[in-house]
């Protein structure tokens, strides 16, 4: 049975909550950039903003732009969080995304293949603990 929308939500922030006090548990080295707020993006012209869930530095000095979904996702997240990353490579010289999702539909993991600044990573919650694994590398 699917969560119910509250539950969902609350899934969702207890991840982005996760990983804000735990950002390394995604990636070693990460640190969060954004002040601990979600940050606004803006494509220009009539084009609705965008807000990216975290902003974070590498340890080469990338921004890594973090994109959480709280169940199955496709094309569409996809393109949402390669929107984030092209918006912000107008401003900002090396950027990559991490898409953290509880499962990848094959059409999300086909869409990202394409686009080596972008990495699929699934979580697995148990027990109010997060855990991640790299999807669809090979």
Partial sequence: MPPSAGTAR??????QRALRDNIGRLEPGL??????????????GTAKPGRIDITAEDRRGATVVIELKRGKV????????????GALM???????GILVAKEFS??????????????LRRYIHRRRKFAFEVVGAD
């Fill in 10 to 15: 609350f899934l969702e922030r207890d991840l």
């Fill in 74 to 85: 496709g094309r569409r997240a996809i393109g949402q969080i390669l929107g984030y990353m």
């Fill in 90 to 96: 107008l401003r900002k010289k090396s950027i990559r």
């Fill in 31 to 44: 640190k969060i950039a954004d002040r601990d707020k979600e940050r606004t993006v803006k494509y220009g």
């Fill in 106 to 119: 094959p059409q999300g993991i086909a869409a990202a293949r394409p686009a080596p600044a972008l990495q």
